[in-house]
C-alpha cells in the first residue's frame, strides 16, 4: 500500500491546516506455483499493493511452477521470481508433462504376491480331525455373533441342508440358526449353524476320531464324485460352545467330515470305519430349490448384502455354469440369466419387500452367506464378474477383513432386477426423490463405500455420473469411509508406468474430471442428478456452476491422493522385501508427492533413494544427480533457498562427474540453480545461469518445453529489471518455441499466457491483461490443472487486477476463491500464499477494514517467517503494507518502524531499483511529513521520484500521487508556485495513466484549488473546485473528503461574501459529515466555526452563537482543545465579539 500525505483543504479559519494520508490497496501477486522437479519452473513476480486511499493492487509477473506448490513470488510491481526446474532424461511423455530426464532407466520389476492353494481333506497339511479350539479373546472393533436366546445353542456342523433333518430346523428358524461366527481360525469358507436344543446333549469330544457318526442323507444312495477338487475345509467356531467342526467348502448336498489324510472314513453300526463315498456334484439349481426367500422384514432385505466368500466360490460357480469356465461376462450379460428372467435365482421366490413373486438375488441365496451390508460396492456394470469378485477378495486381504462376514451391497444382485425390468417394459420410474433419499440412507447406514476403478489410465469409473455422485456423498457423509481398489493389473501398470511417463501424467489421469460432463443411461436421471447437485443453479448447462465445480474438486483431490498412497504404498513395500529398487523409482514418486505439496514425505522418499545411491556407491551417476536436483527443487518450492542451493551443487557436481553436462537435464539444474539465485535477489548471477542453460539447450539441439520455460523465465528476469520490452520480447519467444513444440495445451503454456498478463499490469493495460488471465484460467481448466498452486496463484493475479481497478469487492471474491485453490493444493506452507494473504490485508485497507487488514497482514507474516521467506521482496512489501496500515490509523511511530524494517529488507534483496521500493519511500516521507517533518519528508518523495523515472512508470497512476504528495509537501511550505506545479504534473499523470475518474484525482483538483485560492486567484479556486465536485460524483464517491471539498467551495463564496450561496455549500457538507458518522472530528468543529462566522457576517448572531457553541463540542470530542481554532470558538461561544 501506499501511504500518501494530502493537506485538508478549505479550512477558512486557519489555513490549509493538517496532512491527511491515504490508504490504498496494492497486492503483492506472484505467478504460479508448482514446478515439479521433473519439470522448469517459471519465474513471474507481481506488483505489490499500493498503500494509497482506496486503490487497488497492482500485479507483478511471478513465478510459477508446472506443479503443485512450487516457489512463488510474491507481489510487486515489477519483480519476478525464477521457477526452479529438475530433471530428468527425456522419455515417452505426452505433451502436457516434462519429459522423465533419466537416460537408459527401464521400468523396475514390480515383486508379486502369492497366495496358497487351499487344501483339500485328505491332502497332506489338510485338517483331519474335529476340532474345539479354546475360545479366543475378541478385540472390540471385531462382532461377535452370539445368540439372542439362551433357550438354544449354535452349533456349527459340516452338514447341508439337504438332509430332510435339518431342512425343517432352517425352516423353523430361519433368522436365529444362520448366524456366523468370527473366530480368526475361519478364513475361506462359509459354515450352516444349526439350531440344537439346550436340553439336548451336544456330542462329546472324544480321544479318537470316531466319537461322532456323520449322517447319510436318506435316498440319495452313493453319492458321485464332485466335479471339482475339494478346497480346504474352514472351521467355525460357536462363542456360547466353543465347539468347533471343520465343513465343507464347495457343495450342501451330502454330509461329511475331514478324518484320516489318507482317507475319510465313517463309523459302521458294528463299530468299524469304513470309507465314506466321494461327494456328489451339487445340482446347479439345488440350493436354490431348498431355500426359498427368507421371510424378512422390507427394511432388512433393503440392507442385505451378498458375503465376499459367497461371490469367490457360489456365485463365480453360478455364472461359470451358465458361461462356461473360461468365459469372463460383464453384469449386463449376467442380469439377463442370473438376475432376472425365466433362470435368475429369484424366479419364482416371495420377495420380502413387496410380497411379490420373484424376488433379488440376494434374497434368494441361502441366509448363511447373506447378513447387513457392511460395504457398499461404487462400480460399473460394464466390469466382470471375476474382475469384481478378485477386487474385493484383494481388498479383504489388505484391510484383514474377513471375506465370510464381508456382506457386499452392490446394487446388481440386492436390487430386484425383476421389478426393474418390469418397470422398464412398463415405461415406469421410480421418483428421483425416492430413489434419493434410499440412496443417501444406504451410505449413511453402511458407513463404508468401495470404489473400484479400471483402467486405471482412463477409468470408466469417472464417465459414469451416478458413479461420481456416490463418491462424493461417501466423501461428505460423517464417519464413511470411501475406499478405492484397482485390479492386480491395473496396480502394477500405474507403478510401471509411473516410473516411464513421469508423476505428471499419472495425475493428470484425473485432474480433468468434470461431473458435468459425466453420462447417465437415462438422460432425465442425468438432469435429476446434477439438480440435486445444484440446485438453485437456474441454468441448464451446468458447466459454469460452483457446487457442481466443488464436486470436481473434491472427487478429484481424493482419487489423487489415493494413486499418490499406492505409489509411497508400492515403493515402501518394495524396499521392506529388500528387492532392487532403481534409483528412478524414489525419483518419480518423491516427484509425486511433491507435486501434491507433501513436502516432508517427498523429502523423505529422496532421501531414502539418495541414502541408496551412496550405499551402492552410485553418487557419480546421473541418476543419483537427478535425486539430488529433485530434492533441491523440493526445498526451493518451499522457500528454503539455502538447502536448494546446497542440493542444486550437489547435482551440478554428480552431473560433471557422470560426464552427463551435454544433456537436456543438465540444462535444466542450470535454469534451476538461476532461479534460487534470482529468489535469492542475485539478478546477474541468475541471468548468466539463464543464458547457460540456453547454450546447453540449443548444443543438444533441445527445443521441449523445457527451453520455452527457460525463455520464459528469462522474461521475467528482464522484467524485474523494469526491462518490460525485453521481457515481452522473450515472453513471445517463449510462446512461439511452446507452438513448436506442440505443448499449448498445457499447465506450463497457461503459466506463461499468466506471465505475459501480468507483464500488461505493469504496464497499466488492465483490460487487455485480463483477458489473457482469463484466457489462462481456461487454459488451466482444459488441461485438468485446476487443483494445482499455479491456478490459485492465477486468481491471485485476477482479484489484484481487479483491485487496481477499485473493484475492491469482487477482488477479495476472487482472494478467498485462490486461497480456496491453495489449501486444496496443499500449498498452504508456501510464500505465495503467505503473499495472498497479504494482499486480502491490502484489499481489505483499501474498503476501510483496517482491523481485519491489519489481521490478515500479521497472518501474512506469521505465514512467510514459517517458510523462512525472510530476505525476500514479497516479505518487504508485506512489511510496507503493515506499515501503510498503522499510517492510516495515524500511529505514525509504529508505521517508521515498519516501513524501516521493510526497507532493509527490499536493500537486502538486491531490490532497491524497483518501483515496490520507490513506493516505499513515497510512504515514508508521507509518515514523515504527518508529523511536520517536511524537509526530511521531501528527502525521501525526490528519491522515490528519481527510481519511478528510472523504471519507467513516470506515466503511472503511483508517480500521478507522488507527485500530488509533493504538490502537498510544498503547499504545506507555503511554496504555493512550486506546489502548483507538482500539482499540474500530477493531474497531466493522472490523464497518462487514464485514472481521471478516480477519487484521487478529484481530491488532487480540490488541492489544486485551495492552491489557486491561497494565492488569491479565486475565479480559478473555482472553477478547480467545480470541476473536482465533477470528479467525485462520477466516481461515486460520498466521503469525508467530499464533504472537505464543499466546505472548501463553501469558504470560496464567503470570500466574495456570497454568504447565502456559502451557506448553502456548507450545510451540504455539513449533511455528507453526519451521514458518514464524522461530528467528533476536527474537520466537522471547523466546518460549524465557518458556518457560525458566515451567520455572524449576516448579523444572524443568536444562531451564530449555536453554531459556535456545536463546534467547541466538536472540538472537545477530537481532543483538539489544545489547538488556536478552540480557543476562538470558546470566546465566540459565549457571544463575545470583536
Not at 474382475?387 to 484391510?399: A, F, H, I, N, Q
Not at 489423487?560 to 514418486?589: H, I, M
Not at 518455441?737 to 499449448?744: D, I, L, M, S
Not at 493444493?825 to 510464500?831: D, F, N
Request: net charge neutral; charged share 20%; aromatic share 8%.
Amino acid at each position: 500500500s501506499v501511504f500518501t500525505r494530502r493537506m485538508p483543504l478549505g479550512q477558512m479559519t486557519h489555513g490549509p491546516g493538517d496532512p491527511w494520508h491515504r490508504f490504498s490497496h496494492k497486492p503483492i501477486v506472484a505467478a504460479s506455483s508448482g514446478c515439479s522437479p521433473l519439470r522448469p519452473i517459471r519465474v513471474i513476480r507481481q506488483p505489490a499493493p499500493t498503500a494509497t486511499g482506496e486503490r487497488g493492487a497492482r500485479t507483478s509477473v511471478s513465478n510459477s511452477t508446472p506443479r503443485a506448490a512450487t516457489r512463488e513470488a510474491v507481489a510487486r510491481t515489477s519483480a519476478s521470481t525464477p521457477t526452479l526446474v529438475a530433471t530428468r532424461e527425456p522419455l515417452a511423455r505426452t505433451s502436457a508433462s516434462i519429459p522423465t530426464l533419466v537416460a537408459g532407466r527401464e521400468p523396475a520389476v514390480g515383486t508379486s504376491a502369492s497366495i496358497p492353494t487351499p487344501l483339500a481333506a485328505g491332502e497332506p497339511g489338510a485338517r483331519t480331525s474335529v476340532s474345539i479350539p479354546t475360545p479366543v479373546a475378541r478385540s472390540a472393533s471385531r462382532p461377535r455373533f452370539v445368540r439372542q436366546s439362551s433357550a438354544s445353542a449354535l452349533v456349527a456342523l459340516s452338514c447341508s441342508p439337504s438332509s430332510p433333518e435339518l431342512q425343517a430346523s432352517f425352516e423353523a428358524s430361519p433368522a436365529s440358526s444362520t448366524h456366523l461366527t468370527d473366530n480368526p481360525d475361519c478364513r475361506s469358507r462359509p459354515r450352516l449353524q444349526i439350531e440344537v436344543s439346550a436340553r439336548s446333549s451336544l456330542p462329546r469330544r472324544s480321544s479318537t476320531r470316531d466319537s461322532l457318526t456323520p449322517m447319510t442323507p436318506p435316498n440319495q444312495g452313493t453319492p458321485a464324485v464332485s466335479s471339482r477338487p475339494p478346497r480346504r475345509p474352514s472351521v467355525v467356531s460357536n462363542p456360547s460352545t466353543s465347539c468347533s467342526f471343520p465343513v465343507p467348502s464347495r457343495t450342501h448336498s451330502s454330509f461329511s467330515f475331514p478324518t484320516d489324510k489318507a482317507q475319510n472314513v465313517r463309523k459302521s453300526s458294528v463299530g468299524q470305519d469304513t470309507p465314506l463315498p466321494p461327494r456328489p456334484a451339487r445340482p446347479a439349481r439345488l440350493e436354490s430349490q431348498i431355500f426359498s426367500a427368507r421371510p424378512v422384514s422390507r427394511e432388512e432385505s433393503d440392507m442385505l448384502g451378498v458375503s465376499v466368500s459367497y461371490l469367490n466360490s457360489h456365485f463365480l460357480d453360478e455364472v461359470e455354469s451358465f458361461f462356461g469356465s473360461d468365459a469372463d461376462p460383464n453384469y449386463r450379460e449376467i442380469n439377463d440369466r442370473v438376475l432376472h428372467g425365466d433362470t435368475g435365482r429369484g424366479k419364482g421366490k416371495m420377495c420380502p419387500r413387496d410380497n411379490l413373486p420373484d424376488c433379488s438375488y440376494v434374497d434368494a441365496i441361502s441366509p448363511a452367506h447373506t447378513g447387513r451390508a457392511t460395504l457398499m460396492l461404487s462400480w460399473t456394470w460394464d466390469y466382470t464378474a471375476k474382475m469384481v469378485v478378485s477386487c474385493l477378495g484383494r481388498y479383504c486381504r489388505k484391510r484383514k477383513l474377513e471375506p465370510r462376514i464381508t456382506y457386499v451391497w452392490q446394487c446388481a444382485l440386492c436390487i430386484n432386477q425383476y421389478r426393474v425390468e418390469a418397470k422398464k417394459a412398463a415405461h415406469e420410474k421410480i421418483p428421483f426423490n425416492v430413489f434419493k433419499e434410499l440412496f443417501v440412507k444406504r451410505v449413511q447406514n453402511i458407513g463404508r463405500v468401495v470404489a473400484l476403478i479400471t483402467p486405471w489410465s482412463k477409468p470408466r469409473y469417472l464417465e459414469r455420473l451416478w458413479c461420481i455422485l456416490e463418491c462424493h456423498t461417501a466423501l461428505n457423509t460423517n464417519g464413511c469411509i470411501f475406499d478405492i481398489e484397482l485390479p492386480s493389473s491395473d496396480e502394477a501398470a500405474f507403478q510401471s508406468s509411473l516410473e516411464s511417463v513421469g508423476s505428471r501424467k499419472v495425475l493428470d489421469v484425473y485432474a480433468g474430471v468434470k461431473v458435468q460432463e459425466a453420462q447417465t443411461s437415462d438422460e432425465e436421471d442425468r438432469n435429476n442428478i446434477l439438480r440435486f447437485i445444484d440446485p438453485d443453479w437456474a441454468s441448464v448447462d451446468y458447466a459454469e456452476s460452483p457446487k457442481c465445480a466443488d464436486i470436481n474438486v473434491a472427487v478429484v483431490k481424493h482419487m489423487q491422493s489415493w494413486f499418490v498412497d499406492a505409489a509411497v504404498a508400492g515403493l515402501e513395500s518394495r524396499v521392506e522385501a529388500k528387492a532392487t529398487v532403481p534409483l528412478v523409482a524414489y525419483n518419480c514418486v518423491g516427484d509425486l508427492l511433491t507435486d501434491v505439496s507433501r513436502w516432508e514425505q517427498s523429502q523423505h522418499i529422496y532421501d531414502m533413494g539418495i541414502l541408496a545411491a551412496k550405499a551402492a556407491g552410485l553418487e557419480g551417476t546421473k541418476d543419483y544427480a537427478s535425486l539430488e536436483q529433485s530434492l533441491g527443487v523440493c526445498y526451493w518450492k518451499q522457500g528454503n533457498n539455502a538447502e536448494a542451493m546446497r542440493a542444486l551443487q550437489t547435482a551440478k557436481s554428480a552431473y560433471q562427474a557422470a560426464g552427463k553436462t551435454q544433456t537436456p537435464q543438465y540444462a535444466l539444474l542450470l535454469q534451476n540453480i538461476g532461479c534460487c539465485l534470482a529468489d535469492q535477489g542475485n539478478k546477474s548471477q541468475a541471468m548468466q545461469e539463464y543464458l547457460d542453460a540456453k547454450m546447453a539447450f540449443e548444443r543438444v539441439a533441445f527445443q521441449g518445453p523445457e527451453y520455452a520455460l527457460l525463455l520464459q523465465n528469462m522474461g521475467a528476469s528482464f522484467e524485474s529489471q523494469g526491462s518490460a520490452t525485453q521481457a515481452m520480447q522473450l515472453y513471445e519467444k517463449a510462446k512461439q518455441a511452446f507452438e513448436v513444440a506442440n505443448a499449448t495445451q498445457t499447465p506450463q503454456y497457461a503459466l506463461l499466457v499468466l506471465n505475459m498478463g501480468a507483464s500488461l499490469v505493469n504496464a497499466g493495460q488492465l483490460v487487455q491483461a485480463m483477458q489473457l488471465y482469463q484466457s489462462a484460467k481456461t487454459a488451466f481448466e482444459m488441461t485438468g490443472a485446476a487443483l494445482t498452486p499455479d491456478y490459485a496463484s492465477l486468481l491471485k493475479h485476477m482479484g489484484a487486477c481487479l483491485g487496481i481497478q477499485g473493484q475492491h469487492a469482487q477482488a477479495m471474491h476472487v482472494y478467498v476463491a485462490s486461497k480456496k485453490a491453495f489449501e486444496v493444493a496443499g500449498a498452504s506452507k508456501t510464500p505465495q500464499y503467505a503473499s495472498l494473504l497479504s494482499n486480502m490485508g491490502s484489499c481489505l485497507g483499501a474498503m476501510g477494514e483496517n482491523t481485519y487488514a491489519m489481521e490478515h497482514f500479521m497472518s501474512a507474516r506469521v505465514a512467510f517467517e514459517r517458510v523462512g521467506a525472510f530476505q525476500t521482496v514479497e516479505f518487504a512489501t508485506l512489511l510496507k503494507n503493515i506499515g501503510a496500515c498503522h499510517g492510516a490509523q495515524g500511529l505514525h511511530a509504529e508505521a517508521m518502524q515498519s516501513f524501516q524494517a521493510s526497507k532493509e529488507a527490499f536493500e537486502s534483496s538486491g531490490a532497491a531499483s524497483m518501483p515496490d521500493y520507490g513506493e516505499l519511500l513515497q510512504n515514508m516521507g508521507a509518515c514523515l511529513a504527518s508529523q511536520g517533518q517536511m524537509t526530511h519528508a521531501m528527502q525521501f518523495y525526490q528519491a522515490a521520484q528519481k527510481i519511478f523515472a528510472s523504471c519507467g512508470k513516470d506515466g503511472t497512476f503511483e508517480y500521478a500521487v507522488l507527485l500530488e504528495n509533493i504538490g502537498v509537501c510544498f503547499m504545506t511550505q507555503g511554496r504555493h508556485k512550486q506546489a502548483q506545479k507538482a500539482y499540474q504534473a500530477s493531474a497531466c499523470a493522472f490523464d497518462a495513466a487514464d485514472k481521471k475518474a478516480t477519487p484521487e484525482y478529484a481530491a488532487l483538483l480540490q488541492n489544486l484549488g485551495a492552491c489557486f485560492g491561497a494565492q488569491a486567484h479565486h475565479a480559478e479556486a473555482m472553477r478547480m473546485y467545480e470541476l473536482s465536485k465533477v470528479a467525485f460524483e462520477a466516481a461515486g464517491d460520498r466521503s469525508p473528503k467530499y464533504a472537505l471539498l464543499l466546505q472548501n467551495i463553501g469558504a470560496c463564496f464567503a470570500m466574495q461574501e456570497q454568504f447565502e450561496r456559502a451557506t448553502h455549500a456548507y450545510e451540504a457538507a455539513r449533511v455528507v459529515l453526519e451521514s458518514c458518522g464524522c461530528t467528533a472530528t476536527l474537520d466537522y468543529g471547523v466546518l460549524l466555526q465557518n458556518m457560525g462566522a458566515c451567520l455572524s457576517a449576516q448579523c444572524a448572531h443568536a444562531q451564530a452563537v449555536e453554531f459556535y457553541r456545536g463546534a467547541k463540542c466538536a472540538f472537545e470530542a477530537a481532543g483538539e482543545t489544545a489547538r488556536p481554532e478552540y480557543l476562538e470558538v470558546s470566546r465566540l461561544a459565549l457571544g463575545r465579539r470583536g
